[in-house]
T-cell receptor
Framework: GNSVTQMEGPVTLSEEAFLTINCTYTATGYPSLFWYVQYPGEGLQLLLKATKADDKGSNKGFEATYRKETTSFHLEKGSVQVSDSAVYFCALESGGSNYKLTFGKGTLLTVNP | EPEVTQTPSHQVTQMGQEVILRCVPISNHLYFYWYRQILGQKVEFLVS????????KSEIFDDQFSVERPDGSNFTLKIRSTKLEDSAMYFC???????????FGPGTRLTVL
């Protein structure tokens, strides 16, 4: 079946540091891949997505590239801000599955000033 | 900006009691979902709903669970006889069509005593 494994946290960084959160997946077919973010007290918000191999999703300075050969979708940001502190979830949606999302466990990021 | 809303934000109930969690999806969306996250674990798919019927459900979604769209705006999850292990954060999500990203509500924290 489908599964997502992401780097366990918590991750603590200083402002302006480089961020990588690793995500790998197992899926049948050709999944779409997503990063969702959850700020304190709020719901899950779509951060970025990629629907096919070698696509790069980007938003708010975050990027992730769909790597079929390594079954990965690592999240990166060159310079984090305090406001990026949140929980980040990697997820996949595999075609033919009625569009349900399979999530990783989430990674808590704390950025200190 | 349209958003998914959920009520209540926190529900405390006694084991064996029935609970109804309520969601108002984004108004022109057609696909509706419930997910849950037990503390410290992954966000798990429960059920998807389209065209007034369940399109897929997970193993978690047993006979104690039901969903309903009683009118044009609400989407509810009912747990008939709650167990301690039903304690979790429950997220509602909706999408315009199956290929659109899912938009999530802020969640309802259910505590079963």
């Amino acid at each position: 079946g489908n599964s997502v494994t992401q780097m366990e946290g918590p991750v603590t960084l200083s402002e302006e540091a480089f961020l990588t959160i690793n995500c790998t997946y197992t899926a049948t077919g050709y999944p779409s891949l997503f990063w969702y973010v959850q700020y304190p007290g709020e719901g899950l918000q779509l951060l970025l997505k990629a629907t096919k191999a070698d696509d790069k999703g980007s938003n708010k300075g975050f990027e992730a590239t769909y790597r079929k050969e390594t079954t990965s979708f690592h999240l990166e940001k060159g310079s984090v801000q305090v406001s990026d502190s949140a929980v980040y979830f990697c997820a996949l949606e595999s075609g033919g599955s009625n569009y349900k999302l399979t999530f990783g466990k989430g990674t808590l990021l704390t950025v200190n000033p | 900006e349209p958003e998914v809303t959920q009520t209540p934000s926190h529900q405390v109930t006694q084991m064996g009691q029935e609970v109804i969690l309520r969601c108002v999806p984004i108004s022109n969306h057609l696909y509706f979902y419930w997910y849950r996250q037990i503390l410290g674990q992954k966000v798990e798919f429960l059920v998807s709903f389209y065209n007034n019927e369940i399109s897929e459900k997970s193993e978690i979604f047993d006979d104690q669970f039901s969903v309903e769209r009683p009118d044009g705006s609400n989407f509810t999850l009912k747990i008939r006889s709650t167990k301690l292990e039903d304690s979790a954060m429950y997220f509602c999500a909706s999408s315009g069509d199956g290929f659109d990203p899912q938009f999530f509500g802020p969640g309802t924290r259910l505590t079963v005593l």
